[in-house]
């Protein structure tokens, strides 16, 4: 079992379970493979940060539920919570660091929180069995600790959340206590309340985060015979919901909807954003609503994508959406590349070096320009305008299924933007064209490269 992190622009992985010796260094993190160490089935997993920065981890599957972090410094055994068959684990952290994990179990949601080896579980809502389509848990805790469930009811296909009990705060109406308090304390024991999100809404993949104020935001598929629907759904006074669909997609039988998974997350600031695996195509899309609705989006190298996640800062500005290539059986990330502008792939990066532009070897030859993509390469790696003068460059990406852009920067540091696509999220998904307009520009040696491949992609735009 492995964790991954980012650090001063640096992908790094850790073991969170434990490793044979060398030379073999094969992992032995229980649950997750058999006597001969092939992986099994039916393993989910999830991971949260608390307010010291520490990870909690946890992963479900035939074998039960684990939990391991790095509180006292590293990760030590793991915790077996669980030895019975579950799914759909979620993990949240109180603010002092106190664990609450979801998963499923024996047709039920089930819920347990502690420390240490001790965990107390109980069950928070029967539901009722129903198909193979993607059933996952999403937890999350309030700024008081309070834990909220979203869940999905296979076998009514609703989406379901479950709010436990608390306390009231001490001086609040009904409490007896003498002393105001910034709100209610959960209480393990108290029991569960459990209302309807969206009657007949599917909930399969589903997703929850908490805005400042501790409403529940929750997206979902709603699967039907002919449609897929991406829906997101919000809860601004108890038990009240309010849903809206953000995008479709063709249904489909051979469509791979174990990989149905989606994200949402919600800023300081109210804006929602949203992500979600597009089994129709093959994609991961990524939306933000900032006024009357979502705009959907495609995510860069997000071609054989699934299973995406999603987190966003409190202010907005850092958005870091990670998904699974099966193509390729890699684990990718994409984040925001600056404020105001779009996704843009972020494999794990070389030494800070820049990519130095070949040798202008071409002249302009009129206002008219082409390059075409095949693979991961453009057709040539230099381009020309004559100075002074708005020409056009009109880029094929025969490339099918991988998609693709054509970007002009000042230079290979890739900050200026001069022409071409607008940003990383701006590609062509092949096979097809888009022809760019560009606005005159001083004479010079600049830059252009895929956005989506800038190390891979690249060559010398000649202005002259």
């Given at each position: ?49 608390d ?34 068959v ?5 993990v ?25 080896s ?47 009990a608390?306390?009231p ?50 997206a ?5 015979a ?16 309010e ?50 609705g ?23 500005k ?29 494999p ?16 302009p ?13 453009f ?22 299924g ?63």
């Amino acid at each position: 079992m492995l964790l991954a992190s980012q650090s001063k622009g640096l992908w790094g992985r850790i073991s969170v379970t434990k490793q044979q010796a060398t030379p073999t260094a094969v992992g032995v993190a229980p649950g997750i493979s058999d006597s001969k160490g092939y992986a099994i089935g039916g393993v989910d997993t999830g991971v949260a940060v608390d307010a010291q920065g520490k990870h909690h981890v946890v992963w479900s599957g035939p074998n039960g539920v684990y939990y391991a972090t790095d509180a006292a410094g590293s990760t030590g055994e793991p915790v077996q919570i669980t030895d019975q068959v579950a799914s759909g684990v979620s993990v949240a952290v109180t603010s002092t660091g106190t664990p609450w994990i979801a998963y499923y179990q024996n047709d039920a949601v089930q819920v347990a929180t502690g420390g240490g080896s001790k965990f107390t579980t109980e069950t928070v809502a029967a539901v009722a069995p129903g198909g193979l389509l993607p059933a996952r848990t999403s937890i999350k805790v309030d700024e008081n600790g309070v834990p909220m469930i979203a869940y999905t009811n296979p076998g009514t296909q609703t989406p379901m959340l479950a709010r436990q009990a608390a306390t009231p705060a001490p001086g609040s109406p009904g409490s007896g206590g003498p002393s105001p308090s910034p709100g209610p304390t959960p209480v393990p024991g108290a029991g569960w309340t459990t209302e309807t999100i969206e009657a007949n809404g599917g909930g399969f993949g589903i997703s929850l985060a908490l805005d400042k104020d501790s409403n529940p935001h929750v997206a979902y598929y709603m699967n039907g015979a002919t449609q897929t629907e991406i829906h997101v759904a919000e809860s601004m006074s108890a038990s009240s919901w309010e849903s809206s669909k953000v995008a479709s997609f063709a249904a489909g039988s051979k469509q791979d909807v174990q990989g149905w998974a989606t994200g949402i997350a919600v800023d300081d600031n109210g804006v929602n954003y949203v992500t979600w695996a597009d089994t129709a195509t093959n994609q991961i899309l990524f939306a933000e609503k900032r006024g009357a609705g979502f705009v959907p989006v495609t995510v860069p190298n997000g071609f054989h994508g699934t299973h995406p996640a999603l987190a966003v800062s409190a202010d907005g500005k850092g958005i870091a959406l990670a998904w699974y290539d099966t193509l390729n059986a890699n684990l990718d990330v994409a984040t925001q590349v600056a404020e105001g502008r779009s996704l843009a792939f972020s494999p794990t990066p070389a030494p800070s070096t820049t990519t130095a532009p070949p040798p202008a070897k071409c002249s302009p030859s009129g206002t008219s320009l082409s390059i075409s993509a095949v693979g991961v390469a453009f057709s040539t790696d230099c381009l020309a305008a004559p100075a002074g003068t708005a020409f056009t460059l009109t880029f094929d990406n025969k490339a099918t299924g991988i998609p693709h852009n054509v970007d002009i920067y000042t230079d290979s540091s890739a900050t200026t933007h001069l022409g071409g696509a607008k940003d990383g999220g701006d590609t062509v998904l092949g096979p097809a064209q888009a022809k760019y307009s560009v606005t005159p520009l001083k004479a010079g040696t600049y830059y252009f490269q895929c956005d989506i491949h800038p190390t891979q992609m690249f060559g010398a735009f000649v202005v002259k």
